[in-house]
């Protein structure tokens, strides 16, 4: 199963309780949270069978790639940060304010824009495009993903709800918001395990009992 200098592949059990099998050339394949996994199966003592040898070369080899993820991710993120101060520049306008959409309800998801409808933290009536949820921060998305998810657990269809007191809630208002809903906590997710990640490479994992970090649901 081993080599003499490396390891050439892992067995492990996923959360379907099957037997997986990953060689060191399939990392390319895997997501982020994968590494997370391993990573934390290591710190906290799970692969304390194996030996010395095999788990320093694990170590390694899923240390090196964590750190080409999280390399990658800043390259991306730096990228992203160019687009958002081109748009500064008026090269591409941002439409982030409600401007003709002032009459929609506070978390309104619309199709045309493909947007949601909400209000900042000065009360102002704000638009949040689907294709730019990347450049809000974390917690201007769980203010969004909560009053989402609230309407869409809470409201009942073809009935008037409170905050929506001017017309049905329909099947498509639901169908829109679980859509953003999905986008916003995929978001949310991706920076929880890069920040991981990032503290895994860094050597600056958070406090308190080691044993008990636990992976990104």
């Not at 958002?84 to 401007?99: C, E, G, H, I, V």
């Not at 909560?146 to 007191?165: H, S």
């Not at 169908?175 to 890069?194: G, N, W, Y």
């Amino acid at each position: 199963m081993y080599g003499y200098d490396y390891m050439k592949k892992i067995v492990l059990y996923r959360a379907d309780l099957n037997e997986h099998v990953i060689a060191e050339r399939d990392f390319k394949y895997l997501y982020p949270s994968d590494f997370e996994d391993l990573y934390l199966l290591n710190f906290q003592g799970h692969l304390n069978h194996l030996s010395p040898k095999d788990k320093k070369i694990l170590t390694t080899a899923v240390n090196q790639w964590t750190r080409q993820l999280v390399i990658r991710q800043r390259v991306e993120d730096f990228q992203l940060g160019i687009e958002s101060y081109q748009t500064q520049l008026n090269l591409t306008k941002p439409q982030w304010d409600a401007t003709g959409f002032e009459y929609k309800h506070d978390y309104t998801a619309i199709d045309s824009p493909r947007a949601v409808i909400f209000r900042d933290k000065y009360g102002v009536q704000m638009m949040m495009h689907f294709n730019e949820i990347h450049k809000f921060s974390d917690g201007t998305l769980q203010q969004i993903d909560e009053a989402l998810d609230y309407r869409v657990k809470e409201f009942r269809i073809n009935r008037m709800n409170p905050g929506l007191n001017t017309r049905f809630w329909t099947r498509k208002d639901m169908d829109r918001c679980k859509a953003f809903m999905f986008a916003v906590q995929r978001r949310l997710r991706t920076r929880r395990i890069f920040r991981n990640l990032e503290s895994f490479v860094g050597g600056h994992v958070r406090e308190g009992d080691h044993r008990l970090l636990k992976r990104t649901e």
